[in-house]
């Protein structure tokens, strides 16, 4: 026995031990639960345990050995080093793995009040990092969906809540991204406020502009935390939007106090989790990348300051806009520069588009009036993360039809906002008929339902508009 054995073996290879726990710490009664053993018991050594309840090493190996030595009659073979050896890499993966342990067992069914005690007696602070970083975990290793950690992230916050609110809240200059977040929340909360003083239909259809807040970190940021291949805490996010916009549709029916109650647990969650974590994230050259793009989109509330002057390797090096390139493409059935192209794509009456073979939105065109925000964050972008996780099994289905070739075509019509919106989905195959990619076209139809009669070209004059 030594300070790298592990609880856990020393319990498999010796399970009286298991009751006896208690007489050296109450604490560790813990490690009875699958959950703790399966997580935290897998990797916590002797050192881990002295640790943990604050007790000399040398006297917590000086227990189980003569426990151990009393039960089956032999002397045990106990070696210390001078320094200790955890099981973990560092102490911010022994929180990880304690916080996994406290989240599973409560998706196991676990009282409320008795985790957040324990995770206080245990734990103490924790960064806000470790908690999204611990969701992501939980994902990738297959131990939880986003759909459960969805269910119960409120349960997630609340059991650390209390340490989460002693860290500090990002402060950032005006027209950083996080500042202008920031700044729409604070306008928010005066409103959430005013509603539960006077729940008037004329401030919850004002706060109801926060779908455009969220709106934006769905195209803007949450693809920058994709590509650092941390996607799990804003698709939880995600989910939550739609739970407020889900409220935002019953205009004038919906519950005020259910609405503000939302969205100000949503702020908590940003500034308490998303933001410190995408602040540590994120480099200079990202945060660039998150504002670009915002404009199209558009804020609720507030405009961005301009102060925040980003170092990117552009403004160092003073690198020039490329020049516009004048290339001009032979067409199947005609020869078009880029410029032209481009130019066509922008002025269609109708929005495009492209998803290739790889599942990644290549292209949207950039017309005047959108049916949809749309914004360049998305270029790239897995087409699996365009849309909200409700309907993300819809839209896989249609192309695997596509590619499958089970399907050329899928077809929708829907209201939104008093237009009446075309939406058809295109299988595009090569002249092999290999599948390429899908596209998608909209159209606002309101104006075409409408005609009557007819007018022909001959009757176009000054009137005609």
Request: aromatic share 6%; hydrophobic share 35%; charged share 30%.
């Amino acid at each position: 026995m030594s300070e790298s054995t592990k609880i856990i073996e020393l319990i498999d290879k010796f399970p009286f031990l298991e009751e006896l726990l208690v007489e050296l710490d109450p604490i560790l009664k813990r490690f009875q639960n699958p959950i703790i053993r399966k997580t935290v018991g897998r990797k916590a050594t002797l050192t881990d345990v002295a640790s943990l309840i604050n007790q000399d090493l040398k006297s917590v190996i000086d227990f189980f050995s003569s426990k151990i030595e009393q039960h089956i009659g032999d002397k045990v073979d106990v070696q210390i080093g001078s320094t200790g050896k955890s099981g973990f890499e560092d102490e911010h993966v022994r929180k990880k793995e304690m916080l996994k342990a406290l989240v599973l067992e409560l998706h196991a069914g676990g009282e409320k009040s008795a985790l957040k005690a324990r995770f206080k007696e245990i734990l103490g602070d924790v960064e806000a990092t470790d908690i999204a970083s611990m969701e992501q975990e939980l994902i990738n290793s297959g131990e939880l969906t986003v759909d459960q950690i969805t269910l119960l992230c409120d349960l997630h916050v609340g059991i650390f809540e209390d340490s989460l609110e002693k860290n500090l809240r990002p402060e950032e200059s005006p027209g950083h991204p996080i500042h202008t977040y920031m700044e729409e929340n604070r306008v928010a909360e005066e409103l959430i406020a005013d509603i539960r003083e006077n729940p008037t239909p004329e401030l919850i259809h004002k706060l109801a502009d926060i779908k455009i807040h969220y709106t934006r970190l769905e195209n803007q940021l949450f693809p920058i935390l994709e590509k650092k291949e941390f996607e799990g805490p804003s698709q939880v996010m995600w989910a939550k939007h739609d739970e407020v916009r889900q409220l935002i549709r019953q205009g004038n029916e919906v519950d005020a106090e259910e609405f503000a109650t939302q969205v100000e647990d949503m702020i908590f969650k940003e500034e308490t989790i998303l933001f410190p974590t995408s602040l540590e994230l994120l480099t200079t050259q990202d945060w660039q990348n998150v504002k670009n793009g915002e404009e199209e989109i558009g804020f609720a509330w507030v405009s961005p300051g301009d102060e925040w002057k980003p170092i990117t390797p552009e403004v160092i090096h003073e690198v020039e806009e490329p020049p516009q390139l004048a290339d001009i493409l032979s067409m199947q059935t005609g020869k078009l520069t880029l410029e032209q192209i481009n130019l066509i794509m922008t002025n269609l009456p109708i929005e495009i588009s492209f998803i290739n073979e790889n599942e990644e939105v290549a292209y949207y065109s950039d017309t005047k009036e959108r049916i949809f925000p749309r914004s360049p964050g998305v270029i790239g972008r897995k087409v699996q993360r365009c849309h909200p996780p409700k309907s993300l099994d819809k839209v896989m289905k249609i192309i695997e039809a596509f590619k499958t070739g089970q399907k050329d075509v899928a077809e929708f019509w829907i209201n939104v906002n008093g237009k009446y919106i075309h939406i058809r989905y295109f299988a595009i195959r090569d002249n092999s008929g290999k599948y390429r990619g899908t596209l998608e076209v909209m159209q606002d139809v309101t104006s075409i339902r409408a005609l009557e009669g007819e007018r022909r070209l001959i009757d176009w004059g000054e009137d005609a508009k």
